[in-house]
C-alpha cells in the first residue's frame, strides 16, 4: 500500500507561480511511476505530467514549458513547479502513483489539492 498526501495549491493571479507537494510513504520502493493528474470542476481528469523511476518525464501539452515534475526520493516526495500559470489551470490536482507503467492505470491516489488562477 501506499499513502499520498499533497500539499501546495491555493489561489493565485493569472502569471503567477505555485508548486505543489505530494508526500508518499509506504511501500514506496516498488512506485514504478508517479504522475500529476488535474480535474477542473464539472470536467474529465486529464494527466498533467508523469515521472518514472529512472527520471524520465512526460508532460501534456497544454502545460508543457510551464510546468515542471520532479522527485526527491530521499524525502518520498513528488512535486510539480507550475509557472506562468493561467485560468485555465484552475482545477482539483491529485498526485498518483503505480507499481506499473507510467502508461497504465495507477492504483494510488491522494486526495488532491484545489488551485484557482484569476485573471
Known amino acids: 500500500q501506499v499513502q499520498l498526501v499533497e500539499s501546495g495549491g491555493g489561489s493565485v493571479q493569472s502569471g503567477g507561480s505555485l508548486r505543489l507537494s505530494c508526500a508518499a510513504s509506504?511501500?514506496?520502493?516498488?512506485?514504478?511511476?508517479m504522475a500529476w493528474f488535474r480535474q477542473p470542476l464539472g470536467m474529465e481528469r486529464e494527466r498533467v505530467a508523469n515521472?518514472?523511476?529512472?527520471?524520465?518525464?512526460s508532460y501534456a501539452d497544454s502545460v508543457k514549458g510551464r510546468f515542471a515534475i520532479s522527485q526527491d526520493n530521499a524525502k518520498n516526495t513528488l512535486y510539480l513547479q507550475m509557472n506562468s500559470l493561467e485560468p485555465e489551470d484552475t482545477a482539483m490536482y491529485y498526485c498518483?502513483?503505480?507499481?506499473?507503467?507510467?502508461?497504465?492505470?495507477?492504483?494510488?491516489w491522494g486526495q488532491g489539492t484545489q488551485v484557482t488562477v484569476s485573471s
Open positions: 498518483a502513483a503505480t507499481f506499473g507503467s507510467c502508461w497504465g492505470d495507477f492504483g494510488y
Open positions: 509506504g511501500y514506496t520502493y516498488y512506485m514504478a511511476c
Open positions: 515521472i518514472d523511476r529512472v527520471g524520465s518525464t
